[in-house]
């Protein structure tokens, strides 16, 4: 993925997972891979299924993503409310919670400019 040869990626990341199919951080890995693919669907899938496995393992910028993929899916409501769960989660962590109030308001920005009502 590092020398941008996804489709070699999408391979390897591939075979990673059918060795090892609860490795959050392969499923993480193969949920980036497919947001540099645009396929935002099947990067959101990847993503939740490693933070449901490994939370912990996520930082707040790697837990951003989660809502930023939908964002880019155009699924806005669910994007918001991920941006709630993740924050719920991690209550005391001040640096997570200027990144989610971030992301809220580039979410409700993404909402206005595309016309759906809030």
């Not at 490795?23 to 949920?31: I, S, T, Y």
């Not at 790697?62 to 989660?89: F, H, M, N, V």
Request: neutral net charge; charged residues 35%; contains cysteine.
């Amino acid at each position: 993925m590092k020398t941008d040869n996804l489709m070699a990626a999408n391979y390897w990341y591939g075979r990673a997972l059918e060795e090892a199919p609860d490795n959050a951080d392969v499923m993480f890995d193969l949920g980036v891979m497919h947001r540099k693919k645009q396929d935002y669907e099947t990067a959101f899938e990847l993503l939740s299924k490693a933070y449901e496995k490994a939370p912990k393992h996520f930082g707040p910028f790697g837990l951003e993503l989660l809502p930023d993929t939908l964002l880019k899916a155009g699924r806005y409501d669910e994007a918001s409310a991920w941006c709630d769960k993740i924050q719920e989660a991690n209550p005391r962590s001040r640096m997570l919670r200027e990144v989610m109030e971030n992301k809220r308001k580039e979410i409700s920005s993404e909402k206005i400019r595309v016309g759906q009502k809030s």
